[in-house]
């Protein structure tokens, strides 16, 4: 009996000495399970590209980050940019209010005044930054061509795609179109 007993302590303790190397445990027996196929963001490689055109779970659409200027052309001339969808009524333009003022205004301004460098008036271009009074230059621009502007971004400007939905940024043009008329 002592023998056994003996014996069963000794495989016991030969079993913890092999496990040693186990990741999580000291007395892990099956380890397989550290090594399935699975995303490890750690590993180099493991986070492949997703499908350009695959829509993901919060309905953002996966676009190829190669072709941001493409649009451009399309959205420059009145008769084939995009039209608004969106009717500037009061909840409109109280959401393109909202998101102008979070997204927009600390750079642009709400004004068409210019500081000494020719930008927007703003306390962030007497700093150094130097983004355009944005409502001198949105007469000039088709409102498909502002909305993809703010999704997309340009040189300096952030993109807002991320951010926003297509509906904020179509509230945005609207709220922008109300700023331009007024004085």
Known sequence: MKRKFLFLLGLFLLMVTLNLT????????ITDMFNQVSLKPQERGSMGTFPIGTVSV???VNEDPADRFSWMEQEIIEETATKNPNAP???SL????????TY???????????????????????????????????PFFTDGY?????????AVMPALGYATTATDRWDI???IRTLEKTP
Not at 23 to 28: G, P
Request: with cysteine; hydrophobic share 40%.
């Open 22 to 29: 186990a990741r999580s445990t000291l007395f892990t027996l």
């Open 58 to 60: 919060d309905g953002r």
């Open 89 to 91: 009524v009061p909840e």
């Open 94 to 101: 109280a959401n393109g209010k909202l998101k102008f003022d």
């Open 104 to 138: 927009c205004l600390v750079c642009h301004g709400d004004t068409d005044a210019i500081n000494k460098a020719g930008f927007a008036a703003t306390k962030i271009n007497d700093l150094g930054m130097i983004a355009p009074a944005v409502i001198s230059l949105t």
């Open 146 to 154: 502002i909305f993809h502007k703010a999704k997309y971004g340009g």
């Open 173 to 175: 043009v609207n709220y």
